[in-house]
């Protein structure tokens, strides 16, 4: 009989600390589950931080400077370090996304984790993403935000790296001449309006993103 209470007092402890140990994990992968899908969120349009963008450096493709590409390709000659401390401007941005990767799609295989920019200047090329990281990565330490906007499209998805102006005037860099857009667009929805009829392809349903939530690993 001693031995029969002596071990159910210890089973019903053993099964009390099972039962609450397995809540506290519970518990603590239901909050870190949570707070993973908060951080994946879309954002509102209105939550997109400014930044002070000068005259003339965030100009369309076809009013790109001769000077500007010089330098671009010269310095796109060194290390991505080198690109990232040297390029400045949105215009610097766009040249390297538009005419030194090669938009090939070659990185489809990768996982958003496994992109960075310094795979992708050693790359040279890639797709939607390459480009979106490129612009975010050069633009990091020149006040930009890391934001990605995510449209749908009838084939295939599309991503571009997204900025606001000091006016609340939205632009985009991207991988493709189309994606290139100066901040001139009072919304999201206009800029993407602007994207599909520059490139031809009907987007819709944008989305906007913190790029590290997507691209982990963008600016090593």
């Not at 209470?5 to 518990?27: D, E, I, R």
């Not at 879309?42 to 003339?56: F, L, M, S």
């Amino acid at each position: 009989m001693k031995i029969k209470k002596f071990v159910h007092k210890h089973l019903f402890k053993t099964v009390a600390l099972v039962t609450w140990t397995a809540s506290a994990l519970l518990w603590n992968y239901n909050i870190h589950h949570i707070g993973t899908l908060i951080r994946h969120l879309p954002i509102n349009q209105k939550k997109v931080v400014c930044v002070d963008v000068e005259p003339g450096t965030a100009v369309m493709p076809q009013y790109y400077s001769e000077k500007s590409i010089e330098r671009v390709y010269r310095i796109s000659k060194g290390s991505a370090k080198m690109v990232m401390d040297s390029l400045k401007t949105p215009e610097e941005a766009s040249i390297y996304c538009t005419y030194i990767l090669n938009a090939d799609g070659s990185d489809s295989l990768l996982d958003n984790e496994d992109l960075s920019f310094s795979l992708i200047h050693q790359r040279k090329s890639g797709s939607c993403r390459s480009g979106t990281i490129a612009a975010a990565a050069i633009l990091k330490d020149n006040g930009f935000q890391p934001y990605c906007l995510n449209m749908d499209g009838e084939q295939f998805g599309h991503v571009v790296f997204l900025y606001r102006d000091q006016d609340s005037l939205f632009g985009s860099v991207g991988i493709n001449q189309s994606d290139i857009r100066s901040p001139l667009e009072k919304s999201v929805n206009d800029l993407v309006a602007g994207i599909s009829y520059s490139s031809g392809h009907r987007y819709t349903n944008p989305k906007i993103r913190v790029i590290p939530t997507v691209f982990p690993n963008y600016d090593k």
